[in-house]
């Protein structure tokens, strides 16, 4: 099982910057030296479907939603276990649930399922 964490959502401008957290843990594995995890962000707006925002690979490729692209940045902890998704110039639209989702790995071969945290609220005014 995979568990993660998100955190940094919050109420800001238009205008405005975030950065959000998403810690991943898992148990009931054998023990890897080499773990790592694929880690993505998806966002919910009320009444619309999940979307994707934003992905950083275990191999440290990153891709980005066009609805994004030029404002958000993904980036991984050293620990390889948290990704952060800075988002500036943020727009009433970029309002919604942020979802983490994340499977694990050891070494290149995958040993999860994707997993899904419980969101993080992000609220933009204008």
């Known amino acids: 099982q995979v568990r993660l964490v998100e955190s940094g959502g919050g109420s800001v401008q238009a205008g405005g910057s975030l950065r959000l957290s998403c810690a ?3 148990s ?3 023990y890897c030296s080499r773990a790592s995890y694929d880690m993505s962000w998806y ?3 009320p009444g619309k479907e999940r979307e994707f925002v934003s992905a950083l690979d275990s191999e440290g490729i990153t891709s ?7 404002r958000a940045t993904i980036s991984q902890a050293n620990a ?4 952060y998704l800075q988002m500036n110039s943020l727009k009433p639209e970029d309002t919604a649930m942020y979802y983490c989702k994340a499977r ?4 290149r071969v995958i040993v999860s399922d994707y ?5 993080t609220q992000v609220t933009v005014s204008s």
């Not at 390889?80 to 990704?83: D, I």
């Not at 997993?115 to 969101?119: A, N």
Request: aromatic fraction near 14%; include cysteine.
């Open 80 to 83: 390889k276990n948290t990704v």
């Open 24 to 26: 991943a843990s898992a």
């Open 64 to 70: 980005y939603a066009d609805s994004v692209k030029g």
């Open 43 to 45: 966002r919910q707006a």
């Open 115 to 119: 997993y899904w945290g419980q969101g």
């Open 28 to 30: 009931g594995f054998p």
């Open 104 to 107: 694990a790995l050891c070494g």
